[in-house]
């Protein structure tokens, strides 16, 4: 059978143009009508044609530039320009332009704000696609690496040790250069010494700014390249990182709301994230649901109250272990006398209130009744007797834990990790999200809003196909 050859050196008598080289159905087509039917000014983007100076870059350009780019897992600004010279449909998006790697870099790092605001008018567009319904909303995080390495992370008792060890080696080395500087002039050994002086007082000076800026924040660490990323424990083990956040709609997946934190937990983001994303959507959801990580008490009350139904596991739920004989749960509180009856029909009295933790405790008044129980040792080791904490708002904390035994509510959690995780996955794997390019809080949260924005835009043309995406945007 014969073969077929190429030939680079064919010519035509009619050049193809740049438009005859991506199909009526090409996913690129549907990238670059979602830009365009932003509202750029809304964004944040400076929009002036008629500025003073060098001429700049079609800003709507950038932006498609980035948003296909991250869509594709090509993040790294010196990647992205090489595709606008080898790529065909990053050719076809840029109309021929070429921005170079400082180009793209400058504009990503100067439109952080508007970058921020992306998925939200996305949000909103989803919304007028009938994509969107906002009657569920599904909270999730997830670790991210910062840009920086764990080795930068440090302590004032690290800072207070490195120091001490810098003095102990200057001092060795102007000992050093005493010596050498009665030799021959030029001496190797002494230029070698003052480089490494030199050195020295640089990292001696970097260190006592890292000491003073954590003394005067009061903070437990910091991270000398991203002053703002913290230690975070992932399935890689603990590294400098952030704490990825994502709101959710049950009806097709999409994201609602993104943020990234600098907290190493999710205990206090529910109804920060779950109000956020109300504001993007402009609608009040009926259903808020998140993991036992999301579970404190004080947080979801504040969504409970907006008659939001909560559903999120107490950790002891989520852990699912059986109630023991003389659990919390066993004990009957009276709330008219304000104290509880263990199961042996004893009284604990209210005794104290902590201010710190926000609960009261009930003590038994006779420690003696404790000591001569036969379950002692197994309800209580105290020599005090046995102590119940009961939380300020312990009443709302048994609603939720009711609530979400119930088979509707079961029903919507199991899909909790098919909405919520899946977001996560394209955007660490197809995507090689694993790690922030950005530094610093706003970089990274610019950063999220990109890539959740780029997943929607994937899960769009995924439901509706390119040339109806295209015809909603455009029409």
């Known amino acids: 059978m014969a073969y077929r050859y190429g030939n680079r050196h064919q010519t035509q008598m009619f050049p193809q143009s740049i438009e005859d080289f991506v199909t009526a159905d090409d996913p690129v087509r ?29 800003p709507s350009a950038m932006l498609k ?23 065909i449909s990053f050719i076809w998006l840029m109309g021929g332009l070429k921005p170079d790697h400082k180009t793209v870099s400058d ?14 008018q996305c949000a909103r567009m989803c919304i007028k696609l009938d994509l969107i319904e906002g009657n569920t909303l599904f909270v999730d995080g997830s670790k991210i690496r910062a840009n920086a390495s764990i080795n930068q992370t440090w302590t004032e008792e690290r800072c207070d040790k490195y120091l001490k060890k810098i003095d102990l080696r200057i001092a060795s080395i102007l000992d050093e250069c005493e010596r050498e500087d009665s030799k021959d002039h030029g001496n190797p050994s002494l230029v070698k010494l003052k480089d490494e002086l030199k ?9 006592e700014a890292v000491h003073k800026e954590i003394k005067e924040h009061k903070r437990r660490s910091l991270n000398a390249t991203d002053s703002d990323c913290v230690k975070v424990k992932g399935r890689q083990g603990i590294h400098a990182g952030y704490n990825g956040q994502i709101v959710v709609d049950e009806k097709h997946g999409l994201i609602v709301q993104s943020d990234v934190v600098n907290e190493s937990n999710d205990i206090k983001q529910f109804a920060n994230q ?38 999120v596991p107490s950790k002891k739920q989520a852990r699912d272990t059986p109630v023991q004989p003389f659990d919390k749960a066993r004990f009957q509180y009276d709330a008219g006398n304000d104290c509880y009856t263990c199961p042996q029909g004893y009284s604990l009295p209210y005794s104290s209130f ?72 394209h955007i660490k794997r197809n995507l090689g999200a694993g790690a922030f390019l950005l530094k610093g809080l706003a970089g990274v949260k610019a950063e999220m809003a990109l890539l959740t924005s780029c997943f929607n835009i994937a899960r769009m043309i995924t439901i509706l196909g390119v040339p ?6 455009t029409g």
Do not use: W
């Open 468 to 473: 109806k995406l295209m015809a909603e945007l």
């Open 199 to 207: 050195n020295r007082n640089a990292l001696k000076t970097k260190i």
């Open 65 to 87: 530039l980035l948003i296909y780019g991250y869509s594709y897992g090509l993040r790294s600004s010196r990647k992205l320009e090489r595709a606008t010279y080898h790529n």
């Open 274 to 311: 779950i109000e956020r994303a109300q504001e993007n959507l402009g609608i009040k959801c009926k259903n808020a649901c998140g993991d036992a990580g999301y579970a404190d008490t004080d947080e979801l009350k504040k969504i409970d109250d907006q008659n939001i139904r909560v559903i």
């Open 354 to 425: 902590c201010k710190e933790k926000q609960h009261r405790l009930y003590q038994i008044k006779t420690p003696s009744l404790c000591l001569a129980c036969p379950h002692f040792n197994v309800c209580t080791k105290a020599k005090g007797g046995r102590r119940i904490r009961r939380l300020v708002n312990e009443e709302t904390k048994l609603k939720l834990e009711s609530q979400y035994k119930k088979t509707e509510c079961q029903t919507i959690y199991k899909l909790r990790k098919e909405k919520v995780e899946h977001p996560f996955g």
């Open 30 to 58: 549907a990238y670059d009508a979602f830009v365009d039917s932003l509202d750029l000014a809304d964004l944040g983007v400076e929009l002036d044609a008629n500025k003073v100076g060098n001429k700049e870059y079609d």
């Open 107 to 120: 504009f990503r790092a100067d439109n952080k704000e508007a970058l921020k605001n992306l998925l939200k």
